[in-house]
Structure formats: C-alpha cells, structure tokens
C-alpha cells in the first residue's frame, strides 16, 4: 500500500472506549483474555494453544472472534512476525510497534516507497540549504507537497540515521560559523557529503566544508577571521582536486 497516500500510523497510546455492546459469557471470556494481552494482541492460534479456555469457546472460537469484531470491541491486526497471521486485541490500543514494525510499516509489510521519498526530500533539504537539523528536514518534507500523510519527527530521525550509514550525509555539531551560522552552537546538524553541493552549482568557499572536519581549529574558523577558509592552503588544495 502507498504510505505516500494514506494517514501515518499514530505514536503508542492507549485510547479509552467510551461505550461497550453487551457481551455473551462466552464473548466475555475471550474478549478479557484479548484485552489482557494490550497493546501486543494474542492470534487465534494462541487462544487456542496456550490458553485454558471452555470447550464451548475454544470450539467455537472463530465465530466468536467474528461477532466481537462486529460488535467493535476488539480488532484484527496484521504482524510483520507473520504475514499469514493476525492478531487479535482491543479496539482501545494502539499496536505495539513489536507486531506493526514502526513507523515504515504498513499492512504488515514495509514501506520502501514511503522510505525512499523521505530519504530524497531530506537530501534535497541538507543539499540545498547546505546545512540542516531534524527539524529543518521535518519542515521541509511538510512543505514540498510529496507527501499527504502526516510526516513525524521519529521518522525524520530514523531517516537522518540511515542517510548516515548510507554515507549520503554526516552528523555534525554547529559551530554558529560559516554555514553553521543559522544553526545554534552546539545543536546536532547534517550536511551532504556530496563533494560539490547541489548538483550543476559551481564549487565554491563558501558551500564547502568538507575538508575541515579534521581540523583541530574548525570552531575557530570563519570567512572573515583570523583562520579562514580563504586562507586555508589545504582548503584550496581540496578546491583543486
């Protein structure tokens, strides 16, 4: 299914269910044990396996299930555990990310699609702003009109971290300099490690970091100061290569 096109799956929380239908004792029983396991469910297969219910429930178990499900005191949710299989649990959890998967799964299966339009988007915003934070790339994927479903802050966080591995972008701390300037001193912030910038743009000083991260001196070192880019011969060096 397209995540791009439907709500997201909410953060973990309890939801109180304001009213309750009637109940047979059989319905009963299975409904407390269902409700019992949370926000983690229990599968038909378990009710049956692991639990010591009546002859009568236990028989009957698949219509009974059916009726509450009808009655819309308990739901059917798919688990990443088991494609084949689903769990039961009360209408009044959220699932538990366990059995869902997180934030980039959906029905059960892994949303690449989702995944690989965030992956995109937060490039483009580290690229083209030269510098960013999770919460710049959280603005800019609610701004560019992409994406229809509500986009969260865990997902951006989850995407920064694998851009990292993917060695597409590096985790810096803001030095309030140069391109640091728009980012508080000491806040974590991303730039490309894409040598050049954006894409068709010439290199210059001033969009080009990257051969500072050694250097002892970086905090120290702006456009205009004593120990500046423009200055720097291994700067120019790298400029060069």
Same mark, same amino acid.
């Given at each position: 299914?397209?995540? /791009?096109?439907?709500?997201?799956?909410?953060?973990?929380?309890?939801?109180?269910?304001?009213?309750?239908?009637? +109940?047979?004792?059989? *319905?009963?029983?299975?409904?407390?044990?269902?409700?019992?396991?949370?926000?983690? &469910?229990?599968?038909?297969?378990?009710?049956?396996?692991?639990?010591?219910?009546?002859?009568?429930?236990?028989?009957?178990?698949?219509? #009974?299930?059916?009726?509450?499900?009808?009655?819309?005191?308990?739901?059917?949710?798919?688990?990443?555990?088991?494609?084949?299989? %689903?769990?039961?649990?009360?209408?009044?959890?959220?699932?538990?990310?366990?059995?869902?998967?997180?934030?980039?799964?959906?029905?059960? &299966?892994?949303?690449? &699609?989702?995944?690989?339009? !965030?992956?995109?988007?937060?490039?483009?915003?580290?690229?083209?702003?030269?510098?960013?934070?999770?919460?710049?790339? /959280?603005?800019?994927?609610?701004?560019?009109?992409?994406?229809?479903?509500?986009?969260? *802050?865990?997902? #951006?966080?989850?995407? /920064?971290?694998?851009? =990292?591995?993917?060695?597409? #972008?590096?985790?810096?701390?803001?030095?309030?300099?140069?391109?640091?300037?728009?980012?508080?001193? &000491? %806040?974590?912030?991303? =730039?490309?490690?894409? %040598?050049?910038?954006?894409?068709?743009? %010439?290199?210059?000083?001033?969009?080009? +970091?990257?051969?500072?991260?050694?250097?002892?001196?970086?905090? !120290?070192?702006?456009?205009?100061?004593? #120990?500046?880019?423009?200055?720097?011969?291994?700067?120019?060096?790298?400029?060069?290569?």
């Amino acid at each position: 299914m397209n995540r /791009l096109k439907k709500s997201s799956s909410p953060e973990r929380k309890r939801q109180r269910v304001s009213s309750e239908p009637s +109940l047979t004792n059989d *319905e009963r029983l299975l409904y407390n044990l269902i409700r019992s396991k949370t926000d983690i &469910g229990i599968s038909a297969v378990d009710m049956k396996r692991d639990t010591n219910l009546p002859p009568s429930v236990s028989s009957g178990i698949n219509k #009974i299930l059916k009726a509450l499900v009808a009655k819309e005191v308990i739901k059917d949710v798919p688990t990443i555990q088991n494609k084949g299989r %689903k769990n039961y649990m009360a209408t009044e959890f959220v699932p538990s990310t366990e059995i869902t998967g997180g934030h980039f799964y959906s029905d059960g &299966g892994l949303d690449t &699609g989702l995944i690989d339009a !965030l992956k995109k988007v937060c490039v483009q915003c580290i690229s083209m702003q030269r510098v960013s934070t999770c919460d710049g790339c /959280l603005e800019w994927c609610r701004r560019s009109g992409v994406f229809t479903t509500q986009i969260t *802050e865990k997902q #951006i966080k989850e995407i /920064l971290e694998t851009l =990292i591995l993917d060695d597409e #972008i590096m985790q810096m701390t803001s030095t309030g300099y140069g391109d640091f300037a728009s980012v508080p001193v &000491g %806040k974590t912030c991303y =730039i490309s490690k894409r %040598k050049g910038g954006v894409k068709g743009e %010439k290199k210059s000083v001033n969009n080009t +970091l990257f051969p500072c991260f050694s250097c002892q001196r970086m905090s !120290l070192c702006s456009p205009e100061g004593a #120990i500046s880019p423009e200055t720097c011969v291994y700067f120019q060096k790298w400029l060069d290569f």
